[in-house]
């Protein structure tokens, strides 16, 4: 502990930051010349997917993961003791590809269960968990020990990066991180409460560099569908509540994805924007700007983590607390990356690629997986077809992101179609995401019902017009209606979702 006190106290040093940040600059512009150099173009695109998942006891709480379930490859650890995150082999986008890539992850998560369940543990696929840590919500986020000026979290990873980001943001917002969201008004010693929230991260590997920005820009503009399709975390744990004088008008207020202003509220409470839509981009050396000109958090430096010949080091650091919800990758493989601290970036091999950021976890492998094929085809798709979607302003872009937060497949939607016609028409947007999905996945050497049915699980929800958050509040008003109090009607609902979430069958035929 003291090692780990001395390393995050250098951290906060303004010597430390002088220096990080002389090095990003120094290795941005080393990056500039190699993407303008066309380091970076590849043979062909490749596919990559991050998942991250819950430990929870035999009761459904939170729980410790055992050290030994991260002793294999493809599992990563997160900033929370009860997180976890599976990461895939990179597969080329071709018809081998999606097979191996499909098999591997339904793989790993029957693996990590299993492996969990030897250890008196199981594994929990959802996007907000909302049974509370024995003791309670509050403390298990709350608790931690304060020496020499330095806050360490009880229930956080004790890695020094962790730290110096919890640190750095704590120093910066005035000592405690506000959790304001409908319902709730707290204030945490730490920002360890974001660790409430888990997502899916697909990668699509970019072969053109040139083309990089078009793929970029129309993936801003299909977070708004896509997640309205995905939505699954609309409650907090129901120990939190503590301002809830209408728990009837909470379900209808509360946003059908919570997690999103959760992690947005945690991170940039320091006064900085860290987690946001980001804008479009230009050119491909504008995602080396973005970061070089965001504010500095938690900076290290590499010859603390030992011997790492990484000539970019720092600027990967840094990367690693740029939290948009679409970010571009430098390099490397379109496998999911070391976790949110630090992106994998190489040096001159690999490609540029998407990591597209706004989906929580899903009910099932198979639902994961649908979302997964819907997003890298329906990028492919969009450039494959020429499709007019990037001339939607980008003010309507964000604006379609935030209303599909808030109200789910309720939400006003903003769409340009084929022919270059704005809309708001759910279902002509409908139309198009899936054509267009569909039409990426066969550009990659997918049949026509190999690609439908390979995004078929959220076509569905389309069709029935129901997804896992319209569940989860229809779960809570049905059981508050029978008389139970907000808190217990959460909690039997949370119950109900994860032995459904055990069996494997996709959501819509729960």
Not at 78 to 98: C, M, R
Not at 195 to 204: E, F, N, V
Not at 412 to 432: F, K
Request: charged share 25%; aromatic share 8%.
């Amino acid at each position: 502990m003291d090692d780990l006190r001395g390393t995050v106290g250098r951290a906060l040093s303004a010597e430390t930051r002088e220096t990080f940040d002389q090095r990003v600059a120094e290795q941005a512009a080393d990056l500039r010349g190699l993407i303008d150099a066309g380091a970076f173009d590849s043979s062909g695109f490749a596919v990559g997917l991050e998942c991250e998942l819950y430990g929870v006891d035999s009761d459904g709480h939170l729980a410790t993961l055992p050290d030994a379930l991260y002793d294999s490859d493809g599992r990563t650890r997160e900033i929370g003791l009860h997180n976890i995150e599976l990461n895939s082999t990179p597969q080329p986008f071709d018809p081998d590809g999606v097979a191996a890539h499909s098999d591997e992850l339904t793989t790993a998560v029957a693996d990590l269960s299993e492996a969990a369940t030897a250890n008196d543990i199981h594994i929990a696929t959802d996007g907000m968990w909302t049974i509370p840590p024995d003791g309670g919500t509050a403390d298990y986020f709350g608790t931690v020990d304060r020496t020499d000026g330095i806050t360490v979290a009880d229930n956080m990873h004790p890695k020094a990066r962790y730290c110096a980001i919890d640190n750095t943001l704590l120093a910066n917002a005035g000592g405690s991180i506000p959790l304001s969201v409908p319902g709730t008004d707290h204030e945490f010693p730490t920002i360890l409460v974001e660790s409430l929230t888990t997502s899916i991260q697909p990668h699509l590997q970019i072969p053109s560099t040139e083309q990089f920005p078009r793929f970029f820009n129309a993936a801003i503009r299909t977070m708004g569908p896509v997640l309205a399709l995905a939505t699954n975390s609309p409650f907090l744990p129901g120990d939190l509540y503590n301002e809830v004088d209408d728990p009837d008008g909470l379900i209808d207020q509360t946003p059908h994805e919570l997690r999103i202003p959760v992690f947005e509220e945690t991170v940039n409470s320091a006064g900085h924007e860290k987690a946001g839509c980001p804008e479009d981009i230009d050119a491909p050396t504008d995602i080396v700007d973005r970061v070089v000109d965001d504010w500095t958090c938690g900076p290290f430096l590499r010859e603390w983590e030992g011997d790492d010949d990484d000539p970019h080091w720092e600027f990967r650091h840094k990367y690693g607390t740029y939290w948009r919800w679409v970010r571009s990758i430098i390099g490397g493989d379109a496998s999911g990356s070391v976790g949110d601290t630090a992106p994998d970036v190489a040096t001159t091999d690999g490609a540029l690629r998407i990591e597209y950021r706004p989906l929580p976890t899903q009910p099932t492998p198979e639902d994961i997986l649908g979302l997964h094929w819907l997003v890298v085809g329906l990028l492919r798709g969009i450039v494959a077809a020429d499709h007019p979607l990037t001339e939607l302003a980008w003010a309507d872009a964000r604006e379609s992101f935030y209303n599909a937060v808030d109200d789910g497949l309720d939400a006003e939607l903003h769409w340009v179609t084929a022919d270059g016609e704005y809309t708001t028409d759910h279902a002509v947007i409908y139309e198009e995401v899936f054509h267009l999905a569909e039409r990426g996945l066969c550009e990659q050497g997918l049949s026509e019902d190999e690609a439908a049915e390979r995004i078929d699980p959220i076509r569905a929800r389309w069709e029935q017009r129901t997804t896992p958050s319209r569940w989860k509040k229809s779960r809570v008003s049905e059981a508050m209606a029978d008389g139970e109090s907000l808190t217990d009607a959460i909690e039997s609902m949370q119950r109900e979702y994860y032995e459904l979430s055990r069996r494997g069958e996709p959501f819509v035929e729960w």
